[in-house]
């Protein structure tokens, strides 16, 4: 906890990896991973299937992370933790030896997972009427915390991340749903902004009640770099977690692709482009994809919709629907909030006058970049950079 703490207070993003293998573990803590979550539904995810599979009685899930999680994980991952995906609603066992064995097995938290928070309507209701409710994992994080296990809380709510908080919970994690992308990824998904709604409602709580605790957001809609980069500038979150984002959706496009060069190898180079543009034509999330990575790159210059859609060979209308459905807000509110969070990223790491911070962050007029600023934060920018300072 105290490596991860180190890095909260250096600026570093937090990065947790749901991994369902060995392989996957081993590489997430190549690439950098600070954490490794064992979750049954890590599993389901490399058997082809969505991770859905993990809440339904398709396997005892802390005997299928106990198998997995020993045998694969623990021996591939050397210096980070791993957690172990705990079902505290279990009413066949007893968790105080549960969570020892845990411990004694060489894992150095739990996480509430499977989780009742992603149930609701009347099977809910079922669910808490008969005692199998999120007061369960409630408790199972405070007897971890009491055994000296390091805990990380999916949340969904305000009163869960307050009962979270008083249970001594390490890491707060918004759980923000099911994760988009891929094959068997979900379909019907919050969009990026009511994430952020939520997430920075359940963060506020957390830095009243605990400001040590670690903030983090786990899937929704957020599976890209770019998403995640979203987030930790329009909220405080300190951290990501992942599982698909990580494991299922490169594995599906790196396979794919490399596959689809083995199967062509030879064709002619114009029919190769063609099948190229036939499968991107099928795949709408691209061009959102393709949009946020565009402003990311250029946001300092004029960025126009229609000239991207040109880019993209589709319509104006239609490009602007699908970014809305996705991001929850239009282009244009996008591509202001992403010029602003990097103007204030700037006024907080370099002395700049105001017209050159406008012109490095695509205004051509100073002063409606000033009034943008002082609608976006509150404070015109000089009043932001003085604060900033005290």
Not at 350 to 375: C, H, P, W
């Amino acid at each position: 906890m105290t490596q991860l703490k180190r890095s909260v207070r250096t600026d570093k993003r937090v990065i947790g990896v749901a991994a369902g293998s060995g392989l996957a573990a081993k590489a997430a803590e190549s690439g950098g991973a600070d954490f490794i979550l064992a979750l049954n539904s890590g599993k389901f995810r490399q058997m082809g299937v969505s991770s859905l599979a993990g809440w339904l009685p398709f396997s005892n899930a802390n005997e299928i992370v106990m198998d997995y999680g020993r045998r694969e994980i623990l021996p591939r991952v050397n210096n980070i933790p791993v957690f172990f995906g705990f079902n505290g609603t279990d009413p066949t066992i007893d968790k105080k030896k549960c969570l020892l064995s845990i411990k004694a097995n060489g894992f150095a938290g739990i996480n509430n997972f499977p989780t009742v928070g992603m149930f609701d309507g009347q099977f809910r209701e079922w669910l808490d009427e008969n005692g199998l409710n999120y007061d369960q994992e409630v408790e199972s994080i405070k007897l971890a915390h009491d055994l000296g296990l390091l805990t990380i809380a999916f949340v969904f709510d305000q009163t869960q991340t307050k009962q979270m908080l008083a249970a001594g919970a390490d890491i707060i994690c918004v759980h923000l749903g099911l994760t988009s992308g891929g094959t068997v990824g979900a379909k019907k998904i919050l969009s990026l902004e009511a994430g952020k709604k939520i997430a920075k409602e359940l963060f506020d709580i957390c830095e009243k009640v605990n400001p040590n605790v670690i903030r983090m957001i786990y899937g929704g809609p957020v599976d890209s770099p770019l998403d995640a980069d979203y987030m930790f500038k329009q909220t405080s979150a300190q951290g990501y977690i992942g599982g698909s984002s990580f494991e299922r959706t490169p594995v599906e496009d790196s396979i794919g692709q490399i596959t689809n060069e083995f199967k062509t190898a030879g064709i002619l180079e114009s029919d190769k482009k063609l099948y190229q543009l036939l499968e991107e034509l099928e795949q709408h999330y691209d061009y959102v994809d393709f949009t946020q990575k565009y402003i990311a790159d250029h946001y300092m210059d004029e960025i126009k919709l229609t000239e991207l859609a040109d880019i993209m060979h589709i319509s104006r209308q239609y490009l602007g629907t699908l970014f809305k459905e996705k991001m929850g807000l239009t282009f244009s509110d996008y591509l202001t909030s992403y010029r602003l969070n990097q103007a204030i990223t700037i006024l907080e790491n370099k002395n700049v006058s105001i017209s050159e911070l406008a012109q490095m962050v695509g205004y051509t007029d100073a002063s409606y970049f000033s009034r943008a600023f002082k609608k976006y934060t509150g404070f015109p920018p000089n009043a932001f950079r003085s604060s900033k300072k005290k």
